[in-house]
């Protein structure tokens, strides 16, 4: 009988603990997830703001250079973005433009995460101060995000493949090679 008495016992505390068990498992820890992710509208505004982070005292380029750029930066009226680049030290050495290039792929691919911004550096030439290099910054929105009718509607620099189309006209202190 005390056997019996025990083994009852041990068997509502199992059945309890794998009730409990059951329970718990059940349960939605942390919340609704949600299945569609907010998109965000991205507007001709937006793309100023992420650009106009190339402004003021010298944005580095990798350790190869530093760029800056003076203007008032709307793309609404001009895609063409004037921007100065000086040689990072006091050597003769000239730029590469390919090391350049890659260099700039990871600045500008940085400047936002509402917006994949790639560069086409397949027209940069040797440049010199007097011969800029076009640098071709390719601007989509990224994920879900899509881009308004300030935007969309920016003539001969938007297309639905491309996305907004920005040039970078860059004058370099020092020749590239």
Do not use: R
Not at 155 to 176: A, C
Request: hydrophobic share 35%; with cysteine; net charge neutral.
């Amino acid at each position: 009988m005390k056997h019996t008495k025990n083994i009852l016992k041990s068997l509502l505390i199992t059945v309890m603990a794998l009730s409990l068990l059951a329970v718990s498992c059940s349960k939605d820890e942390g919340g609704s997830k949600p299945t569609n992710p907010t998109s965000i509208t991205i507007t001709a505004d937006n793309i100023n703001s992420f650009l106009t982070s190339l402004k003021g005292e010298g944005v580095a380029v990798g350790s190869i250079a530093t760029i800056l750029t003076t203007e008032t930066i709307d793309v609404s009226k001009k895609q063409d973005i004037a921007v100065s680049a000086k040689a990072v030290g006091d050597t003769a050495q000239n730029i590469s433009k390919t090391d350049f290039a890659a260099a700039l792929e990871g600045v500008v691919s940085s400047l936002s995460s509402d917006v994949t911004i790639t560069v086409d550096t397949s027209a940069i030439v040797s440049a010199s101060s007097t011969n800029p290099a076009n640098c071709v910054l390719n601007i989509k929105p990224s994920g879900q995000n899509k881009f308004d009718t300030t935007v969309t509607g920016i003539k001969n620099s938007y297309t639905e493949t491309d996305g907004l189309k920005i040039t970078l006209k860059i004058t370099p202190d020092k020749p590239w090679q």
